[in-house]
C-alpha cells in the first residue's frame, strides 16, 4: 500500500481497479483547512491523463507494472512479433498495444514490453533510431535559408520534416517520442 503523501512521478498505484501512473504531483497546504494532494496522473492501459485532489492519508495498493526489453521480430497483419532475448520465444502483441512512435521501428531493435498481470498494454520504443531515407526530393546548393524542412520517408515507411541538405540514402537520427530529425547519424 501507498499513502497519495508519498506520490512521486513514475509512481503506479491501483485506484478502483484501474491502473494509474503519476505524471505530476504537488503538495499543497493552503492557509485554512487541511493539506492536500493535487496528482496530474494517466491511466496506463487506456493513455487517459486526469487531474484529481487525494487527501495525503489515503492509501491505495501499489501495482507492479512489468517492463521487458524484447527485440522486435516482424509483423503478421494485426500482430507484432516481439522475441524475449532469455527464452528466445515469440510473444505477439496486438496492434492497438502500439502508438505512433512504434513508426520508426525497424526489425530487430529492442523495444521495452510493459504489462500488468500478464496482459500487455504498451510497447515503448526505443528513445532514438538510426534510419535511412528512401525518398525525397533533391535538395539543391545555394538555398541557405534558416529552419526550412521538406518531407522526407525513412525505410521503415514513417514521413519526417527533414532540412533541405537531406537527401535519398542518408542516414539520419530521429527521435521517436516526437517524431522529430535530430541530425545525421555518424
Same mark, same amino acid.
Given at each position: ?101 512504434? !513508426?520508426?521501428? $525497424?526489425?530487430?531493435? &529492442?523495444? *521495452?514490453?510493459?504489462?500488468? =498481470?500478464?496482459?500487455? +498494454?504498451?510497447? /515503448? ?21 534558416? !529552419?526550412?524542412? $521538406?518531407?522526407?520517408? &525513412?525505410? *521503415?515507411?514513417?514521413?519526417? =520534416?527533414?532540412?533541405? +541538405?537531406?537527401? /535519398? ?18
Amino acid at each position: 500500500m501507498i499513502s497519495a503523501g508519498e506520490f512521486r512521478n513514475g509512481v503506479t498505484f491501483d485506484m478502483d481497479g484501474k491502473v494509474m501512473q503519476v505524471i505530476e504531483f504537488q503538495h499543497v497546504k493552503p492557509g485554512k483547512g487541511a493539506a492536500f494532494v493535487r496528482v496530474k496522473m494517466k491511466n496506463v492501459i487506456t493513455g487517459g491523463v486526469t487531474e484529481t485532489s487525494f487527501n495525503p492519508s489515503a492509501k491505495y495498493p501499489t501495482a507492479y507494472v512489468e517492463r521487458k526489453k524484447m527485440e522486435y521480430s516482424y509483423n503478421d497483419g494485426e500482430l507484432y512479433y516481439f522475441m524475449d532475448p532469455e527464452t528466445y520465444e515469440l510473444v505477439p502483441i496486438e496492434k492497438s498495444a502500439l502508438d505512433d512512435s512504434f !513508426n520508426f521501428v $525497424k526489425e530487430n531493435d &529492442v523495444c *521495452t514490453i510493459m504489462s500488468y =498481470k500478464g496482459s500487455v +498494454f504498451g510497447v /515503448e520504443p526505443p528513445r532514438f533510431v538510426e534510419l535511412v531515407v528512401t525518398a525525397t526530393e533533391p535538395g539543391f546548393a545555394g538555398n541557405t535559408a534558416t !529552419n526550412v524542412t $521538406k518531407p522526407a520517408t &525513412v525505410e *521503415t515507411g514513417a514521413d519526417v =520534416k527533414v532540412p533541405l +541538405f537531406i537527401n /535519398e540514402g542518408d542516414k539520419i537520427q530521429i527521435d521517436t517520442t516526437t517524431g522529430e530529425y535530430l541530425g545525421r547519424a555518424k
